[in-house]
């Protein structure tokens, strides 16, 4: 290779050079907008996340107090029907509480609706809608509960309800097959089925 060849060659070289770091350059610079731009769009997009969550949060929050009017709005139907007459399932009470809680060192619970005369005692769990699993919480936990913490009440006859505006038939035979009677609202009444 002759001198001329060999500096026409470092030449073309360095043209070539040239326009790759230029071609690399523009590169740079395309990527690093592209990163910009990606960054500003997930900025946006948390962004929109926050106020997405914020949004559901109060969702939340809504249809959690409108679950618990509903909860209270039965409670306190059944509670003032049961006070203007307290008889259920063909017994009389003297005595009805609302909301009694009780606790010891371990152990703390409270109960929607409780009536009693000297040798009965109904507990009585209220719900707009009641579930198998209410039934089933009632039965398992709540009774058990009330027995541990009211041992005054072991010699009475404890009867159990569930108190609802709404209960589907599987519901409705599930409590009676238990012995727990359902209290329905009917019209301005409760109609009381015993097991």
């Known amino acids: 290779m002759t001198d001329q060849e060999l500096k026409d060659l470092v ?3 360095a043209i070539s050079q040239a326009q790759t770091d230029a071609q690399m350059k523009k590169s740079g610079e395309e990527l690093e907008k592209t990163f910009r731009e990606l960054a500003q769009s997930k900025k946006e997009t948390d962004a ?3 106020k997405t969550d914020a949004k559901l949060d109060r969702i939340a929050k809504l249809v959690g107090a409108i679950s618990n009017n ?3 709005i039965a409670e306190e139907f ?3 029907s049961l006070e203007a007459k307290p008889i259920l399932g063909g017994i009389e009470y003297d005595y009805i509480d609302k909301n009694i809680t ?3 060192k371990s152990l703390r619970d409270e109960f929607d609706i409780v009536l009693i005369n000297g040798k009965d005692i109904a507990i009585i769990e209220t719900k707009y809608k009641a579930h198998q699993k209410d039934v089933e919480k009632l039965i398992h936990k709540k009774y058990k509960n009330f027995q541990i913490l009211y041992p005054e009440y072991s ?3 404890h009867h159990l309800g569930i108190a609802s505006f709404y209960i589907n038939d599987d519901t409705k035979e599930m409590a ?3 012995n727990v009677m359902v209290l329905q609202r009917k019209g301005d009444v409760i109609e009381t089925i015993v097991p």
């Open 11 to 13: 030449a073309s070289l």
């Open 48 to 50: 929109q996340i926050q």
């Open 70 to 72: 509903q909860g209270d």
């Open 78 to 80: 059944f509670y003032n």
């Open 102 to 104: 009780r606790s010891n």
């Open 155 to 157: 010699d009475y006859n």
């Open 176 to 178: 009676l097959d238990n």
